[in-house]
């Protein structure tokens, strides 16, 4: 025998109209009504949720892209005025001194051309000149600096050599216990060439204690100085100015060292930086 259970009705809950209805103030002829299921204003609401999200996550990007496209437009645009303001200057300079070169005021007055070929504002060329001149100013003020913080970076190596001891944590080979070692180590035979990282002041040449032995400091400026440890001999002086790849000092194994080495250390803002990564970013 078969039993029938009673079949449940669909729940009309989400399906069952909601009316809106829009009344203006003073013109109640123009009301609007609106009948939308739950379903159908939620999915609404969520449409405009996320319409309002993209807006105002892209939009100020959008914005952005447009300004700096239309200065690009207006920057090219003065660039070609100013090329086609010079064109004609040669071309006028090459005129005259045609005329100049016929050595006769005769030939002259007779080759020169009258008829007003177009009009010709001078001082607005002299501004366009001007323009130009100050926008070669500013490139090359930028220019002037990048290439004075290039020379103020140090790169590559102090020393021709092995690296024996890198930069970080490493036990001492004195103590045995674990310390901070915040330079590298480049292992050189004795009289090998120390050179000078980057361009610089001395501003430290002499006997730096029984850890470093004869240190050479220099610095560079923009917050860069290195350190040099571990001298056979110091051939620069106090306030000497020198050049990335100048000689500096001769390798040796003076104050703490278990053989002749180089101790390197580059420092930023008075904060030590791994010699080998910061050679990589600036090779």
């Given at each position: 025998?078969?039993?029938k259970g009673k079949t449940k009705k669909p729940n009309s809950r989400w399906t069952k109209p909601i009316s809106i209805i829009l009344?203006?103030?003073?013109?109640?002829?123009?009301?609007?009504?609106?009948?939308?299921?739950p379903i159908a204003l939620?999915?609404?609401?969520v449409i405009l949720c996320l319409t309002l999200a993209f807006t105002l996550t892209f939009a100020p990007s959008l914005l952005h892209y447009h300004y700096a496209k239309k200065q690009l437009v207006e920057e090219m645009n003065q660039v070609r005025e100013i090329n086609a303001t010079l064109s004609s200057l040669k071309k006028m300079e090459g005129e005259f001194r045609r005329l100049l070169g016929l050595r006769s005021k005769e030939r002259i007055m007779a080759e020169v051309e009258t008829t007003d070929t177009g009009s010709f504002d001078s001082s607005e060329i002299n501004r366009?000149?001007?323009?130009?001149?100050?926008?070669?100013?500013?490139?090359?003020?930028?220019?002037?600096?990048?290439?004075?913080?290039?020379?103020?970076?140090?790169?590559?190596?102090?020393?021709?050599?092995?690296?024996?001891?890198?930069?970080?944590?490493?036990?001492?080979?004195?103590?045995?216990?674990?310390?901070?070692?915040?330079?590298?180590?480049?292992?050189?035979?004795?009289?090998t060439t120390v050179k000078a990282t980057a361009d610089g002041v001395v501003t430290f040449a002499g006997w730096g204690g029984p850890k470093g032995g004869n240190v050479v400091v220099i610095a560079h400026g923009f917050g860069y100085s290195t350190y040099y440890a571990?001298?056979?001999?110091?051939?620069?002086?106090?306030?000497?100015?020198?050049?990335?790849?100048?000689?500096?000092?001769?390798v040796?194994?003076?104050?703490?060292?278990?053989?002749?080495?180089?101790?390197?250390?580059?420092?930023?803002?008075?904060?030590?930086?791994?010699?080998?990564k910061f050679i990589k970013e600036n090779s």
């Open positions: 025998m078969l039993f009344i203006p103030h003073g013109h109640p002829r123009l009301t609007v009504n609106i009948n939308l299921s939620l999915s609404v609401l366009k000149i001007e323009e130009a001149m100050q926008t070669v100013g500013t490139i090359k003020d930028f220019l002037r600096s990048q290439k004075d913080i290039y020379l103020a970076t140090p790169r590559g190596l102090p020393v021709s050599g092995s690296v024996t001891c890198g930069y970080g944590m490493r036990m001492n080979p004195f103590t045995k216990s674990w310390e901070f070692h915040p330079g590298i180590d480049i292992s050189a035979p004795p009289g571990h001298n056979q001999k110091i051939t620069v002086t106090v306030g000497q100015m020198v050049k990335r790849g100048e000689t500096i000092a001769l040796g194994s003076t104050g703490s060292t278990t053989g002749s080495h180089c101790h390197y250390e580059i420092r930023h803002f008075g904060s030590s930086a791994n010699p080998l």
